[in-house]
């Protein structure tokens, strides 16, 4: 089977989050799709085992990817995003696929989010942690914001993929000749044994740790199921361009 399938959802990603305006736009079509793709079935398979409504905070939704998702499944979602025009696709996806009734949007700041302790079943931070100006602080929130029974499923960029590495060696030779890099590479990346260090501070309890894309630049679907495979183990799980925690209290 192709991966990522043109599937509906698949569809819709391409329209909303736009990747042919990337150099590397099959790169980005390929990794995000298999992020969301162990974001979802983590959720699920953890909601299955258990009983009762469960809401979801999308902390650093987006353009409302896992929103929809979820929103499909009758779960209630909240989605915040520090961007006004993300909220507004966002938004608009959710019009278009009539699941208003299950989704809250707001635009807001992950290290200051409105909310009462304890809110939320499940929280996603994908990739905004990185931007989010504090780790620690946004950390210290959401861990607050979860539920006693509740999981966190944090994923961050791994400096130690050998993709991340060559960024770093691309940004130390444009510092050298003094070349501007597009904002889009101005963002922190992370060591596995540090952004641990980050998550226990904050009170959470890491559950389990997988990666994604531990090979770039391979869009082949064979590949996806041999990753599919290594992905939550020992070392492969410590490689691939993001990793994945999943954590409660």
């Known amino acids: 089977m192709e991966y990522p399938p043109n ?59 896992n929103i929809i998702r979820f929103a499909q499944q009758g779960i209630q979602v909240v989605g915040v995003d520090i961007s006004e025009e993300a909220i507004k696709q966002a938004s608009s996806w959710v019009k278009q696929e009539g699941v208003q009734e299950n989704v809250t949007l707001m635009r807001g700041d992950i290290t200051a989010l409105p909310f009462k302790d304890e809110s939320f079943d499940f929280i996603i931070s994908s990739d905004v942690l990185s931007v989010a100006g504090s780790t620690e602080l946004g950390l210290t929130i959401m861990t607050k914001l979860l539920k006693k029974d509740g999981t966190a499923i944090i994923v961050f960029p791994n400096s130690n993929n050998i993709f991340w590495c060559g960024i770093f060696l691309m940004e130390k030779t444009a510092n050298v000749f003094r070349i501007t890099l597009p904002e889009g590479n101005k963002f922190e990346r992370y060591r596995y044994r540090d952004f641990k260090k980050y998550v226990i501070n904050s009170g959470l309890i890491i559950k389990k740790v997988s990666s994604v894309y531990v090979v770039p ?33």
């Open 217 to 249: 630049m391979l869009h082949i679907s064979p590949y996806n199921k041999i990753e599919s495979f290594f992905r939550s183990k020992y070392p492969f799980k410590y490689l691939g361009s993001h990793i994945i925690i999943e954590a409660g209290k």
């Open 7 to 65: 599937d509906h959802f698949q569809m819709n990603l391409d329209k909303y989050y736009q990747y042919q305006k990337a150099k590397i736009n099959r790169s980005l079509r390929f990794f995000h799709r298999q992020r969301l793709d162990v974001i979802f079935t983590t959720i699920c398979n953890i909601r299955n085992t258990k009983s009762g409504c469960f809401v979801i905070l999308d902390a650093g939704c987006g353009r409302g990817a």
